[in-house]
């Protein structure tokens, strides 16, 4: 029988086993002629399991929650948007010092004090939560650590309260600089990397209470609400006004008191 | 379908190619982090309805290639052992750090289609289009690399031998 001519690469394709069937014959019979190639490619074969064998571990092995979050982070031009809005509105957060101060005078006079509140939630919530890789100083693994730092900064016991059971688990918290005094911010996402932060910080009059209020700015929407010596503003780009809200509840009811 | 949630979905098998490519874990998935932070600003150029796999596999392979282009990350050492998860008795390990390291030396781009095609059994033409390269030249590099590592290994079989003493 006369031999068609076999090219290495159907020779490869035979080691993959991805040979067309019409050609397996013709591979077969010029192999079972010439043992030393057969050879060969039984030691590709084999050296492709190896190979598949020696790190198939990393299938299934948990994978890093860093790479998590750089995975599930949602487009950010929503929230790009929104801070750029912020940095044109929000003169208050870069500009010269005399400036400043008297701006910031007029807004603070301007304007309530618990929506100063939501506005300052929204725009560290529109600064932070794009954040890949620095979204927390502190990580939630260290989450003992990061409780016992902000009550120390912020001179009362601060907690963080636990969504897991809706699906928002806690990234961790970072301090930032209020208007008053240091806040605390902590982070939660969601496994398809939806994020939300809740904004804490001390009031100045140790016995207001206020009801649930609601406050849209530049895609952030905030829940915000004085619990006697706390203030604290639930914000999110990525949650629906319902969504917060049912969240908002959960915060409350775990913090209450506190 | 979201996207974030797919590429979740897609990280261990980035995680997998992406170890056998650079030789260790702390590396590899630091390109697999810059990879899913640059499949985000690129996710634009993403044609919705195509392979998004393939599409991360080309991702990977630009940023694997502009790093070490920018910081002439040597290539992994054979000298270096690498950690592997356990698996089964010593002799399996020493073939496996053999392996690992058989597949360090190999030229770059003959690696880039020998784990294409056996780890992440993509068919020719996928590796070619991932690559952006002809399907002729990965008929080429994949002959290369195999026969390479098929040289490698035999002929590490007695060093491997002379290891296990200390």
Known sequence: MSELPVSEAELQAYADGRLPPARLAAVEAWLAARPEQAERIAAYRRLAQEVRGAYDNLLSEPVPE???????????????AAVLAWVTLGIALGAPAGWYAKRERTVAQAMPDSTLLARRAAVAHAVYSPEVRHPVEVGADDEQHLLTWLSKRLGAKVRAPKLDDVGMSLVGGRLLPGDIGPVAQFMYQSQNGRRLTLYMRTEASHNRETAFRYARENNVGVFYWIDREMGYALASADLSKDELLRLANLVYKQLEGS | MD????????????????????????????????????????????????????????????????????????????????????????????????????????????????????????????????LGIPIGTVMSRLSRAREKLRAMMLGQAPAAKLKVVR
């Open chain 2, 3 to 130: 996207e974030a949630q797919r590429l979740v979905e897609l990280i261990p098998r980035l995680r997998r190619y992406a170890r056998a490519l650079v030789g260790d874990r702390a590396s590899a998935d630091d390109l697999v982090q810059d990879t899913l932070e640059r499949a985000w600003t690129k996710l634009h150029l993403y044609r919705q309805g195509t392979d998004l796999r393939a599409w991360l596999f080309t991702v990977m392979h630009n940023v694997h290639v502009n790093r070490v282009r920018a910081a002439r990350i040597s290539e992994p050492l054979g000298d270096e052992m690498p950690e592997l998860a356990q698996r089964g008795t010593q002799a399996d390990a020493l073939l496996v750090r053999d392996l690992d390291r058989a597949i360090a030396r190999l030229p770059a781009d003959q690696r880039a289609v020998l784990l294409l095609v056996t780890l992440e059994e993509m068919s020719y033409d996928e590796v070619a289009r991932t």
């Open chain 1, 66 to 80: 860093r790479l998590r979050q750089a995975a599930a982070r949602r487009l950010p031009w929503g929230r790009i």
